[in-house]
């Protein structure tokens, strides 16, 4: 397996809970993000899909309010519901 650095944008309050979470379960960052993205692909694979505007398909773990109305999310909003959504499966899985 040959590893590939790279570099991706992630919101600074996102960062550093991923430092912490990172740090509480004694591994290094990259360890965590690695295990996320897997775990995220590997869900994203045996989950109905949406298709955003982008063209990129992700479950989006959300609830649906009774009267099936979808809560107006911005970004980072978002960003943080598919973190807690990636630690989750990677705490069951």
């Not at 993000?33 to 590997?42: F, I, K, N, Q, T």
């Amino acid at each position: 397996m040959y590893l590939m650095r790279t570099t991706i944008d992630i919101p600074e309050d996102l960062l550093r809970r991923a430092k912490s979470t990172a740090a509480l379960r004694g591994i290094k960052l990259k360890d965590l993000v690695a295990s996320l993205l897997e775990a995220g692909l590997r869900t994203e694979q045996s989950q109905p899909q949406v298709v955003r505007e982008t063209g990129q398909k992700r479950a989006i773990p959300v609830s649906i309010s009774s009267c099936g109305e979808v809560p107006a999310l911005s970004n980072l909003e978002l960003a943080e519901i598919f973190l807690k959504d990636d630690l989750q499966n990677l705490a069951l899985g």
